[in-house]
């Protein structure tokens, strides 16, 4: 009986030994198995990341393991303007660092299920950087897309000052060249096109849109490469063919800065350009042209014929901005004017200084008068407006004129008079400066 028993646990014990044995081997054998397949396959896609900063991308980009871009979704449903900026920063860096997550952000532009916000900063962060394959992406995204407002940021991302270092950027930017977008995020449209395929892309895009904010866009972009001429010309023939104001001035502004520093070689084509802009800026209204072209022009010599055409201008219009642009066009151009056009202009600033009822332009008139040299009547008419006319603004600026006009007629006296008596005191202290010019010039 006894030893029954124990041949009994004997085989029981050798039966478990031989469960436990084979089902070690079959683990074994699964796991090696399953260790070669994971070898051959493809890799998984994953995101490792010890802190945002270091995220690293590795195989095939889904978005919903990118923690940088999660990071930039929920600043966005935030609405918080310094979480957007600075997770787009850290999105940047990790593009900086990978062109593989360059594509992957590239494809993700062109992916209608993201959010258009997400797609549309994601164009502005690929256009800082300074690298072929992230101008690629935006090209074939451009290209691609038929959605306006996101063609109209791949266009201004592509005109972005590119950066090649590891910094923050987005924000405290101040100078015209600055866009916003309404997520907060700034950056400086301001880089020369040297990529033709891009060029024409954009070109294209300007002569056939009918979106305006578009076609504004692709002009922000193109404005720093006049210096090629295809372009000089489509933005010269998008000049005379819109109606649209916004367009004009824009465009207009681009070709005056052009021609204020273009060479004495072009000069045939200066004059074409300058003879649409004074045609455009004459009518009431394109005052975003006058006003957007006024700086360039102000230092650019004027030929007879475009002194004519302004001369005309002013004769012409009743409008208070165009004769108020056209008054101070003139006044700045005046060593151009030949003796008689002169005394034409002069003539249409006294006449203005007489019968104007608007105290501006009875102001711009009074100024420009100043220019006039050893012109009488000019000194006469400035020395009544000085005295009679009922506003102060007029009054001062016939006492500043008086002072910075070279003139025959002896001036001190009046001037002291109103230094004393005025019942502004604007218009005593313009009187007394101009009349210490003229002791101190007398010297």
Known sequence: MRILKSRHVWAVAVMGLLIFSLSFYFFQSKRQTSEKQTRGAAPTPTMTSSSPDQTVLKGEFKTRRDLLLEDLKRALRNTDRDQIRQAAN??????????????????????????????????LVLGTLKTPDAEEALLVALQTTGEPNLKKWLVIALGSLKELEDQDIFEGLDNPWVVEHPSGLQIMVKTKITNSKVSQALLNLMSTTEDEALRLGVVRTLRHSLEETAIRNEFFDALNRTDKPGTVAEVGSALASWIAQAPESVEPEKSRIMDSLLNLAGRPEHSGLRFLTEEHLRGLPMTKPEIEKTTSILQKTSDFDTKYWAMSLLAQHLDYVEPESR??????????????????????????LGYFHRDQSATEALLQTLQNDPQWNVRAAAAEALGQQISDLDVGSVLLQIAEKDAEEAVREAAKKSFEKLKSRKR
């Open 90 to 123: 850290r999105v940047r860096k990790a593009a900086i660092q990978s062109p593989e997550y360059r594509r992957a952000l590239g494809r993700l532009i062109l992916n209608p299920q993201e959010e258009m916000p997400i797609r549309e900063i994601l164009s």
């Open 343 to 368: 005394l034409k202009v002069a003539l249409l600033y006294l006449e203005a200084l007489r019968t104007e009822t608007n105290a501006k332009l009875r102001e711009k008139a009074a100024a420009s």
